[in-house]
C-alpha cells in the first residue's frame, strides 16, 4: 500500500500514486493549478531565458490586444479604486525611502578620501603654487593609523600632512571648485 501524505496547498490526507516520484499535491484541480504556479514562480526567479521568453510572449499578446487594459478597468471599477489607493502606499514608501537615503555622516565629517588641491594661503597665489595631494581619513579613534591607511603612507610623514595640510583642506568643500585666490 502507497503512503498517505498531506497536500501542500489544501491539507488534506492522500494516498500516493506509485507512478508520481515525490508526489507533494493531490490531483484536485485547484492544487494542481497550485503547483503549476509555484513551478512558475520557481522557474522564473532561476531561469533568465524562461523569463526572458515569458515577457515576450507576453509584450506579443499585449500588442495584440490594444484595448484589453481599457476596457478591464471600464468594466472594473473596484480595480481603479484599488490600484488607486495602493499607489497613495507606494508614493509614500517611496518618498520615505529617499528620506532615509540622506547621509548623515555627512554633517558629522563632510570631508570625502581623494584628490585634493592643497593650496598656501597667500594673496599671491598662482596656479601654478597648487599642489595635488591624496588625502586618506583616519578614524579618530585609531591606535595605528598605518594599519587603516592605504599601502605607502609612512607613520613618520603622517604627522606632517595630516596635522598642518588637512587642516587647510577642511576649508573648502569637497565638491565645489578651487577657490579663487585671496578668498
Not at 125 to 146: F, R, S
Not at 156 to 181: F, I, T
Amino acid at each position: 500500500m502507497s503512503p498517505k501524505i498531506r497536500c501542500k496547498h489544501c491539507h488534506r490526507v492522500l494516498v500516493t500514486d506509485p507512478r508520481v516520484k515525490n508526489q507533494q499535491y493531490c490531483g484536485r484541480k485547484v492544487c494542481q493549478q497550485a503547483r503549476k504556479a509555484r513551478w512558475q514562480r520557481r522557474k522564473m526567479s532561476a531561469d533568465a531565458d524562461y523569463r526572458k521568453n515569458q515577457q515576450d510572449c507576453r509584450q506579443k499578446w499585449s500588442q495584440g490586444q490594444p484595448e484589453y487594459w481599457r476596457r478591464y478597468r471600464s468594466r472594473h471599477p473596484q480595480y481603479c479604486e484599488r490600484n488607486r489607493q495602493l499607489q497613495k502606499v507606494r508614493d509614500a514608501k517611496r518618498k520615505a525611502r529617499r528620506l532615509a537615503r540622506m547621509d548623515a555622516s555627512q554633517q558629522i565629517n563632510n570631508m570625502i578620501p581623494g584628490g585634493y588641491y592643497i593650496f598656501p594661503v597667500t594673496a599671491d597665489l598662482a596656479k601654478m603654487d597648487a599642489l595635488m595631494q591624496k588625502i586618506y581619513i583616519i578614524p579618530e579613534g585609531c591606535i595605528n593609523p598605518a594599519r587603516s591607511c592605504k599601502r605607502g603612507l609612512d607613520v613618520q610623514q603622517k604627522g606632517d600632512w595630516l596635522q598642518c595640510d588637512l587642516l587647510e583642506v577642511r576649508n573648502h568643500d569637497a565638491y565645489s571648485p578651487m577657490p579663487e585666490p585671496g578668498s
